[in-house]
């Protein structure tokens, strides 16, 4: 169960935790990123001499381990630099977790999606918005994702033909996705 379990994303990983009260699912989840979580944590061990470690790691795997069950995740990496950070500057209080605004849009957005695909009615919704929030972005960005995500480029095709670095592109790919959810989701302010 173990190796089927690390094949899912962490969007499954977390639904399995949170829903099915899965914790090889939420064990799989914490392997998965333990290595950020000690990064992250050991240069506050290493300037403060009063932490144990014998401690603190285990009341960060306590906090993580709740907010797997409570919290919304959009960027594990995110999430985890919060409650780490939460901890160290208020280690009585379990500071909540608020994902950033461009990440509850993108989860906002994933959820229409997943709903859409059940739903035929809200799947025609979603193309019209779609089409509309893409006919106001940049031609620059609605070229990259037109041909990222529809036309299925691959990253060595778009550089190669862009003239740019994968990483550049990367980049500017993720920028574009921001920039048009952004714009998906000010649709309904704007007529």
Same mark, same amino acid.
């Given at each position: 169960?173990?190796?089927?379990?690390?094949?899912?994303?962490?969007?499954?990983?977390?639904?399995?935790?949170?829903?099915?009260?899965?914790?090889?699912?939420? $064990?799989?989840?914490?392997?998965?990123?333990?290595?950020?979580?000690?990064?992250?944590?050991?240069?506050?061990?290493?300037?403060? =001499?009063?932490?144990?470690?014998?401690?603190?790691?285990?009341?960060?795997?306590?906090?993580?381990?709740?907010?797997?069950?409570?919290?919304?995740?959009?960027?594990?990496?995110?999430?985890?630099?919060?409650?780490?950070?939460?901890?160290?500057?208020?280690?009585?209080?379990?500071?909540?977790?608020?994902?950033?605004?461009?990440?509850?849009?993108?989860?906002?957005?994933?959820?229409?999606?997943?709903?859409?695909?059940?739903?035929?009615?809200?799947?025609?919704?979603?193309?019209?918005?779609?089409?509309?929030?893409?006919?106001?972005?940049? =031609?620059?960005?609605?070229?990259?994702?037109?041909?990222?995500?529809?036309?299925?480029?691959?990253? =060595?095709?778009?550089?190669?033909?862009?003239?740019?670095?994968?990483?550049?592109?990367?980049?500017?790919?993720?920028?574009?996705?921001?920039?048009? =959810?952004?714009?998906?989701?000010?649709? $309904?302010?704007?007529?």
């Amino acid at each position: 169960m173990h190796q089927q379990l690390t094949n899912l994303s962490d969007k499954e990983l977390i639904s399995r935790a949170r829903k099915q009260k899965d914790r090889e699912a939420e $064990g799989v989840l914490m392997d998965r990123y333990s290595h950020l979580l000690v990064a992250i944590t050991l240069p506050h061990l290493k300037n403060d =001499a009063s932490l144990d470690p014998n401690v603190v790691f285990p009341s960060l795997l306590q906090r993580l381990s709740a907010g797997v069950k409570t919290q919304t995740i959009y960027r594990i990496s995110e999430w985890m630099l919060h409650i780490q950070k939460g901890y160290f500057s208020k280690p009585e209080k379990n500071v909540p977790f608020y994902p950033s605004r461009d990440g509850r849009d993108l989860l906002h957005i994933e959820n229409k999606v997943d709903k859409a695909a059940t739903n035929i009615i809200d799947r025609q919704d979603l193309t019209v918005r779609l089409e509309q929030a893409l006919q106001r972005l940049h =031609a620059e960005d609605k070229t990259l994702i037109t041909e990222f995500y529809i036309e299925n480029k691959t990253f =060595a095709d778009l550089s190669a033909s862009h003239g740019i670095s994968r990483e550049r592109l990367r980049n500017q790919l993720k920028a574009a996705k921001g920039k048009l =959810a952004k714009l998906f989701m000010n649709q $309904g302010y704007v007529k």
